[in-house]
């Protein structure tokens, strides 16, 4: 026969009272009293928290044993209600169920998510280092049309379209875009950035030395990047200028192009500009000369492994159709009560 | 009397009305459940942190002691509404009573220590303030006696008047109330330096609002969804809405009245506890009617809490949105290779606490830099720029620099590492007079920022 006393008696009673709704409230208790302590007195406490998950055991099981008790308070509940009202319980049930869908995709991301990002132009190999097959980057669409304005010397820029790029398997192209994430094979996909790559050729006379396409971030217009060519000792700068401009009464509106562009080139040996100009013009330096072609586009491609990513999805989802049902069972509860008065 | 002295005796009236506003409400408390007898550990604890107040002469009233006893004072105010809420919830559970019979000797000592804690920060932080005060004027000794004198004009009127009240108010509070209202004075009465910083409600809105941005941004970074316009202007703004203030001003205000107001909802709802024994209807009508009406006295305060923290933040959103410091930044001239910021410069002094932007002139654009003091004396010495955002820069709002194009506070002990949305560190090298930068190493920074290939693969 069991003994009352015993520790395994003991041991039943406190899963009882953590599995309770008393333990429940401890348990968030304590979870907000740790986390706030740590706000206040130590640093970036929400990322520490996240990054936590990733590799604290204490922290996993902390978590994984505040979820099992929240799911067993929540169908506890639910159980102990259906027969009162079938109908309230199961509205009442959806934000729970939510919450807790919502709460298990954040962990699995916070726990188990790779990601890594990439510059990628048409014809680069897309390969994540989690990632067996190799894949390939199709065209890119770029996100604004060929010839673009910007007013005034702004310097913010809204694209006109999503970029775009493909990636292509041995079996299929997949199509990429900004938002939502493409799934390909087991990882996420999705454009981070925009830019032109200009198509640089050096020649010393008719000897093309050096060429190739240089990834720069000149947009917004009026950005400076700056590359280097080993083993050429030069460092280059460039900048978009208009290729031409258009006023309208008092403001002047600068026209840019992404097939066609025109750059500010500076060329610098150990610090001393040896070239400054335009690339609408000739562009020679210490014997040499550098030609633009028509730019090649890149985008910024992040790539992620997260197996919580639609569970968190899902859970937003049912969390948005449990909310207004939430509201309409506590307004029916507080009705049934006040009419008993 | 001048403008120093009367601030001083506002301030020490600030503080004589909380002590009164306190002593009040635990007193009639006490005499209402024949405990008159704990009242003298409340003194004690309240002797304990007059005794931190002349502690704190011994300190130097720097930022940094000035910055942890505002971290304290946040801090204070967490853990009373945090007992307040836990109290207010163990109240409406069937075990409370027979829990409170365990509480009789810890109680002696709560109350000496939770006294001592809650009134603490509040002395040391008020009496560092008047020493700055007497400083400016120069006259230390009239700031103290106004001070005085502030402070004991309203503990004599609060004396005077709490026989009156006393009768009036007992009925409102249980102990999980009264950890409300604790919680709520300090909330409103909680600033330690002069009047235009009277009340906690800004340094808990930035708290609070961090925590919701810290997650709504680690959520868009799991969802994939870009934090940079590169979605049309549509799916932008809605996007935008998610890190605009006002969401973060409406969750993080959701997440402190939240359980509050759950509290008060329960009370409504919940069942009256031996209506089903009475014998008659009528029986069961006086029952609910007192019980009710019992309920809605302890509600009061719990109201009265929430009341004012809708009002107090709206009211400091103003604040809020003005708040960012953003400085012109100063021109810097390179000399063989290197620009010098001076730390003995009379027009600026580098180790106040502030942000300070200069700019460095290359290739026909400028590049702004920024320094700051951290809290453990050092100097950070960045680019105003992060390796992801456009660089428009970084602007100051108390301990926290904030990125003008993402909105997302940075720690300022945080300034000096990598990565994210903090400003790039620089090598520079900081003597007894004057920081050095290469400019080699600004030109360097800087086209990190631009290429981002510090850390990706890929490029031509």
């Known amino acids: 026969m069991d003994n009352p006393k015993g520790p395994g008696s003991a041991i039943r009673r406190g899963l009882a009272y953590l599995y309770s709704p008393d333990g429940l409230f401890w348990l968030v208790a304590a979870w907000v009293f740790y986390y706030v302590t740590y706000a206040v007195w130590g640093k970036e406490a929400f990322a520490s928290f996240v990054a936590s998950l990733g590799h604290s055991g204490i922290h996993r099981f902390m978590y994984i044993l505040l979820f099992s008790v929240a799911a067993y308070n929540a169908a506890s509940f639910v159980r102990a209600r259906f027969r009162r009202s079938p109908a309230l319980a199961i509205m009442w049930a959806v934000l729970p169920a939510g919450a807790l869908v919502f709460m298990a995709g954040y962990f699995l991301s916070a726990a188990y998510r790779i990601d890594g990002v990439q510059f990628v132009m048409e014809g680069d190999q897309v390969r994540p280092p989690w990632q067996a097959a190799e894949f390939r980057a199709g065209r890119v669409t770029p996100g604004l049309d060929p010839e673009f304005m910007a007013v005034d010397g702004s310097e913010s820029l809204v694209f006109a379209y999503e970029p775009r790029i493909a990636i292509q398997t041995g079996m299929a192209s997949y199509d990429v875009g900004v938002f939502p994430p493409t799934y390909v094979e087991g990882t996420y996909y999705h454009v981070l950035d925009f830019g032109i790559a200009p198509n640089i050729s050096i020649r010393r006379g008719s000897r093309e030395i050096r060429s190739g396409y240089a990834i720069q971030r000149l947009l917004p217009p009026g950005q400076l990047d700056e590359f280097q060519m080993p083993p050429m000792p030069y460092r280059f700068t460039l900048r978009m200028s208009p290729v031409r401009t258009a006023q309208k009464g008092s403001s002047a509106a600068e026209i840019y192009s992404i097939e066609a562009p025109v750059y500010d080139v500076a060329i610098y040996d150990s610090g001393n500009a040896v070239f400054r100009g335009s690339s609408a013009g000739d562009v020679t330096f210490d014997g040499l000369s550098m030609s633009f072609e028509r730019p090649g586009y890149w985008v910024r491609l992040e790539a992620a492994r997260d197996p919580g990513l639609k569970v968190i999805a899902a859970g937003i989802f049912i969390m948005l159709a449990g909310a207004p049902l939430m509201i309409i069972v506590l307004a029916i509860r507080l009705y049934v009560a006040l009419r008993a008065e | ?460």
Request: aromatic share 10%; with cysteine.
């Open chain 2, 1 to 460: 009397m001048n403008q120093f002295a009367l601030e001083a005796a506002a301030v020490g009236a600030r503080e004589a009305l909380k002590l009164g506003a306190v002593w009040l409400v635990l007193s009639a408390m006490l005499e209402a459940t024949g405990r008159r007898g704990l009242a003298k550990y409340f003194y004690a604890g309240v002797s304990m942190a007059a005794l931190a107040l002349f502690l704190s002469f011994s300190l130097p009233a720097g930022i940094a002691a000035r910055e942890f006893l505002a971290r304290l004072n946040g801090y204070v105010f967490f853990v009373f509404f945090f007992l307040g809420i836990v109290v207010l919830y163990q109240m409406q559970r069937p075990a409370w009573g027979a829990l409170q019979n365990y509480m009789e000797l810890p109680l002696k000592a709560a109350i000496t220590m939770l006294s001592a804690f809650y009134f603490s920060p509040d002395l040391a932080g008020s009496s560092m303030f008047l020493r700055e005060l007497g400083a400016m004027r120069d006259a230390p000794h009239a700031v103290y006696v106004s001070a005085a004198g502030g402070f004991g004009l309203v503990l004599y009127i609060t004396w005077l008047s709490a026989d009156r009240l006393r009768r009036r108010i007992v009925r409102y509070f249980a102990t999980g109330q009264f950890l409300m209202f604790l919680a709520l004075l300090k909330f409103l009465g909680g600033g330690t330096r002069g009047l235009s910083e009277s009340s906690l409600v800004p340094d808990v809105q930035r708290g609070v609002m961090k925590l919701v941005h810290d997650f709504i941004h680690q959520l868009f970074v799991f969802l994939m969804v870009p934090d940079h316009p590169m979605l049309n202007t549509t799916a932008w703004d809605f996007i935008g809405i998610f890190f605009g203030p006002n969401m973060g001003m409406a969750i993080s205000l959701l997440i402190l009245v939240f359980l509050p107001v759950m509290y008060l909802y329960r009370g409504l709802t919940m069942d009256v506890p031996g209506v089903d024994e009475a014998k008659t209807g009528a029986e069961r009508r006086l029952l609910r009617s007192g019980e009710k009406r019992r309920r809605a006295r302890l509600a009061a305060p719990v109201a009265l809490f929430v009341a004012a923290m809708l009002v107090s933040w709206y009211a400091s959103r103003g604040e809020q949105a003005g708040a960012l410091y953003r400085p012109s930044p100063k021109p810097l001239i390179e000399d063989k290779g290197i620009v010098v910021i001076p730390l003995t410069d009379p027009s600026m002094d580098l180790f106040d606490g502030n942000i300070h932007k200069f700019s460095v002139l290359r290739d026909g654009k400028d590049i702004n830099l920024l320094v700051i003091r951290k809290s453990d004396g050092t100097l950070a010495v960045t680019l105003d720029a992060c390796e992801i955002c456009p660089p428009e820069g970084y602007g100051q709002n108390n301990e926290n620099v904030i990125c003008v194009y993402c909105m997302t506070p940075i720690p300022v002990d945080t300034l000096g590492k990598p990565g994210g949305c903090n400003p790039i560190p620089l090598d520079a090298s900081i003597t007894q007079s004057e920081i050095r930068i290469a400019v080699s190493e600004i030109d360097a920074r800087w086209a990190d920022v631009h290429t981002g290939k510090d850390s990706e693969a890929g490029g031509e």
